[in-house]
Nanobody, 131 residues
Framework: EVQLQASGGGLVQAGGSLTLSCAAS????????IGWFRQAPGKEREGVSC????????YYDDSVKGRFTISSDNPKHTVYLQMNSLKPEDTATYYC????????????????????????WGQGTLVTVSS
């Protein structure tokens, strides 16, 4: 059974930090890209960051570059998203997803609609940043 378990969300003040975790099982982790997406109330889902475990390339949306860091612990089948200097506009439910054919990312962000290309999704974890 495929599982993606996102955790680590919470309430934090602006300028603070959180680390999200995505624990994966049921598929060959080393062959998959793991992406983080977020969706705020009333807004479309957007890509935040992605790491391709096949070559360890990582990608960031321009809105989080320099503040967020994605990493992968392959033996633990877990991907982390370290989020620093959080802003109120980072408030959203964050989801992790897995794709067998790379991140589908271009410079500055994901290809439009690429979230539809992901094979597996986890449940979300809520991040709330207060001003």
């Amino acid at each position: 059974e495929v599982q993606l378990q996102a955790s680590g969300g919470g309430l934090v003040q602006a300028g603070g930090s959180l680390t999200l975790s995505c624990a994966a099982s049921g598929f060959p982790f080393d062959d998959y890209a793991i992406g983080w997406f977020r969706q705020a109330p009333g807004k479309e889902r957007e890509g935040v960051s992605c790491i391709d475990n096949s070559d360890m390339m990582s990608y960031y949306d321009d809105s989080v570059k320099g503040r967020f860091t994605i990493s992968s612990d392959n033996p633990k089948h877990t991907v982390y998203l370290q989020m620093n200097s959080l802003k109120p506009e980072d408030t959203a439910t964050y989801y992790c997803a897995a794709r067998n054919a790379g991140c589908a990312w271009k410079v500055g962000g994901p290809y439009e609609g690429s979230s539809l290309w992901y094979d597996y999704w986890g449940q979300g974890t809520l991040v709330t940043v207060s001003s």
